[in-house]
């Protein structure tokens, strides 16, 4: 099994070095296309259809294949199994409170996991949704452990009044001792757990010797260094080498973002390109500068009052005229180019994900595991789908 996953992780490694031009860039940095073979292709896409080929990874890549050919054999290694299986049935008392497709996610999760027998560590817990329910369908114990205190309260509160046997701990396991909590008789869980937590989560619980690891990543990008450090030998041979901007590309598939939402992204991504031609114009400088996250109640106001945000933010200095409506409307061209350039980095995102989680499949086999992969659910409830599931070997 592992050889298999070895030469997986190469084949993903190999094509991802060869088409790195496509994927690896950022998309405002570019005032055209950077690829001639697609100029044709890519502006003579209208929005219906490039929106389609964005919420579908198979016929974007399919689409794509015919001028990135390695995308073909991509679509193929990013073919992940999805394993049908029994949900389990809860309450409306255990399920009360739990916001939309999360519900089914923990299902589906809990299903996979099919715990009984040992004890549980939850990792990242919130209010132990997750926790409750494994503790619901027949975990002997669990322990979740979770940052916010005020989260703490509420699940501790819960699992009390339900009668299920839980116990809270508050920690910061990134800056504080956390060893302790591991067991080698136990089941160490994580469900979408963001970068180093869910990194630290493995070495803790592999350093433990665990007697099962199980884990779907998230967010692999969050509290790490800007380039990311391979956790397998066979991941740090890799000649890939990912920063903060690629590992974000992983995370772009959503499940049909509300309309609000889409809205107000689209607008706020506009006026930052428009501020962009606005700061070029002025400073006489070509390259694309970032400007800072802002709370979104800012894209319902006056794109004048972005500007002046924006422009204190990057220490510049705006003039009494400006042209606003002429800047909006060179944005307006722009974000065509802008699109464009995401979608075809878009048909890389599933690739750079799967790679992300082989190398953590590799790095649990040589501490000693079993390890299988998995989808737990259908994408239509959560794109972070992806069960890494590991079982101590046990000794000869």
């Not at 060869?18 to 570019?30: G, S, V």
């Amino acid at each position: 099994m592992i050889s298999s996953y070895i030469t997986h992780f190469q084949s993903l490694d190999r094509l991802l070095h060869e088409t790195r031009q496509y994927w690896q860039l950022i998309a405002f940095d570019h005032l055209v296309t950077p690829w001639p073979e697609l100029d044709d292709y890519l502006s003579g896409l209208d929005e219906a259809t490039l929106s389609a080929l964005d919420m579908d990874q198979s016929a974007l890549q399919q689409t794509l294949s015919d001028y990135i050919p390695q995308l073909a054999e991509i679509s193929t290694l990013t073919q992940i199994h999805l394993t049908e299986r029994h949900r389990p049935e809860l309450p409306f008392w255990l399920s009360n409170g739990i916001k939309g497709r999360k519900v089914g996610q923990l299902q589906d999760f809990v299903s996979a996991l099919n715990e009984r027998q040992l004890p549980v560590l939850e990792w990242c817990a919130g209010k132990g949704h997750l926790g409750r329910i494994l503790a619901y369908t027949g975990v002997p114990h669990v322990d979740s452990i979770e940052l916010q205190a005020h989260l703490c309260e509420q699940g501790a509160q819960s699992a009390e009044q339900q009668k299920l046997d839980m116990t809270f701990h508050c920690a910061d396991v990134l800056t504080e001792p956390v060893s302790h909590h591991f067991k080698a008789q136990q089941h160490a869980v994580a469900l979408h757990a963001c970068g180093k937590l869910h990194q630290n989560f493995m070495r803790e619980a592999a350093a433990a010797g665990c007697e099962k690891i199980s884990l779907s990543p998230c967010c692999y990008h969050l509290f790490t260094s800007d380039e990311y450090q391979p956790m397998s030998e066979v991941g740090k041979g890799s000649t890939v080498r990912l920063t903060h901007n690629d590992m974000k590309l992983a995370l772009q598939e959503t499940v049909t973002a509300p309309s609000r939402v889409a809205k107000v992204r689209k607008k706020e991504v506009l006026w930052r390109l428009a501020f962009d031609a606005l700061r070029r114009e002025i400073t006489q400088t070509d390259l694309y500068v970032s400007v800072p996250s802002v709370n979104k109640a800012v894209f319902s106001g006056e794109f004048a009052d972005f500007c002046a945000w924006a422009a204190q933010k990057k220490g510049i200095e705006l003039p009494d005229e400006i042209d606003y409506p002429r800047y909006l409307a060179q944005a307006e061209k722009r974000q065509k180019v802008t699109e464009r350039i995401e979608l075809v980095r878009h048909g890389f995102r599933r690739a750079i994900e799967l790679w992300l989680v082989l190398d953590r499949v590799l790095y649990l086999h040589a501490k000693g595991y079993d390890v299988t992969l998995e989808q737990f659910c259908e994408k239509s409830l959560t794109p972070r789908n992806l069960l890494i599931q590991a079982t101590k070997r046990r000794s000869l």
